[in-house]
């Protein structure tokens, strides 16, 4: 069965710093694809980053960064000069090639100004 | 830029009536899902759907449910006999393979009374 967990069910940051978000999945597909969601208060989900199982290379969008740990199944997400606009949930997700999707249960980030 | 769409934002219903929720994919996608999150829960995969046929679904997606793209634009979930629990946001999303990232629809919210 595959799994995602997120074991920060909330978090804070100070503007301006750095936070990181944990997760971690299993699956005993080799080819899979891994993606982190933003849910701001309007509900709307919003693609944050995507990595390909296959790629090593960490994915990077702007101030946002993966740190993707194929062995260890592990999958975190680092957020640069934190903004007020970053306070949302956010959720990991596992895709497989089977197109089953899986959501963690989501941490929940708050930003001090 | 191309989005999701969905109707109604809000549906109210009577426990054990049918009810349709209606979605408009990006136009170019052919890949097809939805899924519910459930107030102040996580985001549960129902189904996936892919060249007019179901290619995965949840344990939550029983005969209760159904899904069908009735006219090569919308993508439709039906409850057949709503029952309370049924009660949560219900998302679309759609994707161009299987491969790419999902874009989101902005929910329907489904209260079942």
């Known amino acids: 069965a595959q799994t995602v967990t997120q074991s920060q069910p909330e978090m804070s940051v100070q503007e301006a710093e750095t936070v990181t978000l944990s997760c971690t999945y299993d699956t005993s597909e080799s080819d899979y694809y891994l993606f982190w969601y933003k849910q701001p208060p309007s509900r709307q989900m919003i693609l944050v980053i995507r990595?390909?199982?296959?790629?090593?290379q960490n994915a990077t969008e702007n101030r946002f960064s993966v740190n993707f740990q194929k062995a260890a199944k592990s999958f975190s997400l680092k957020i640069s000069d934190s903004q007020l606009g970053d306070a949302a949930m956010y959720f990991c997700t596992l895709r497989t090639s089977y197109d089953k999707v899986i959501f963690g249960p989501g941490t929940s980030l708050s930003v001090i100004p | 830029e191309p989005e999701v769409t969905q109707t109604p934002s809000h549906q109210v219903t009577q426990m054990g009536q049918e009810v349709i929720l209606r979605c408009v994919p990006i136009?170019?996608?052919?890949?097809f899902y939805w899924y519910r999150q459930i107030l102040g829960q996580k985001v549960e995969f129902l189904v996936s759907f892919y060249n007019n046929e179901i290619s995965e679904k949840s344990e939550i997606f029983d005969d209760q449910f159904s899904v069908e793209r009735p006219d090569g634009s919308n993508f439709t979930l039906k409850i057949r006999s709503t029952k309370l629990e049924d009660s949560a946001m219900y998302f679309c999303?759609?994707?161009?393979?299987?491969?790419?990232?999902?874009?989101f629809g902005p929910g329907t919210r489904l209260t079942v009374t």
């Open positions: 990595q390909e199982a296959y790629k090593q």
């Open positions: 136009s170019n996608h052919l890949y």
């Open positions: 999303a759609s994707s161009v393979n299987r491969r790419s990232e999902q874009y």
